[in-house]
């Protein structure tokens, strides 16, 4: 088992850099590029691994995640009824 070290929670999304929020379901993508990896070095087998693996890219996580859009502050909700309820109101009593 890898363990992912230097992250609040373990998690392999934020081991592979994903930020605290893991609000990103789809990342940008962007091909691989064999010194963006700091002091890792790849021999060629390894790098060739990386290439097969990762043939369509790997996540640029300086962008936004594919769709994503900012959170609304106060969102409203349609009810069947055709009433709007706006975000802050009281839920009503479960069925």
């Known amino acids: 088992m890898v363990q992912c070290t230097g992250v609040s929670d373990g ?3 934020m081991g592979a850099g994903a930020d605290i929020a893991d609000d990103v379901l789809e990342c940008p993508l962007v091909p691989l590029d064999r010194g ?3 002091p890792i070095v790849f021999n060629d087998a390894q ?3 990386m290439q097969a693996t990762f043939a369509t890219g790997v996540c640029d996580r300086t962008k936004p995640g594919t769709g994503q859009q ?3 502050v106060w969102p409203s909700y349609l009810a069947p009824n055709g009433s709007v309820t706006v975000g802050g109101a009281a ?3 479960a069925p």
Do not use: V
């Open 47 to 49: 790098w060739a691994r």
């Open 36 to 38: 963006s990896y700091g």
């Open 11 to 13: 998690s392999t999304r």
């Open 70 to 72: 900012p959170a609304l």
């Open 91 to 93: 839920l009503p009593a």
